[in-house]
């Protein structure tokens, strides 16, 4: 089968475009409760990013500490 990844894109955007819709259209809860349902995950996916984002941070800072004091060592000790 010869398929060509620029032409399977736009399909896969239109199915998942006609996915979310059916979804929202036959959802069993109302309009509003099911905004308040997509608001609360959006808030809950933007706590936990932030989470995950200041654990990076913390263990990047850690590490390249670590890695400064590593260096300064191996400059220090002379050959």
């Not at 060509?4 to 006609?18: D, I, M, R, T, Y």
């Not at 069993?28 to 808030?43: D, E, H, N, V």
């Not at 654990?55 to 400059?75: G, S, Y």
């Amino acid at each position: 089968m010869n398929c060509n990844k620029n032409s399977v894109l736009p399909f896969f955007l239109a199915g998942l475009g006609s996915g979310i819709t059916l979804t929202l259209l036959f959802a069993p809860r109302s309009g509003f409760a099911t905004r308040s349902i997509l608001g609360r995950k959006a808030a809950d996916a933007e706590s936990w990013v932030k989470e995950k984002a200041a654990l990076a941070e913390d263990f990047a800072l850690t590490n390249a500490k670590d890695l400064r004091d590593r260096v300064k060592t191996m400059v220090e000790v002379p050959a």
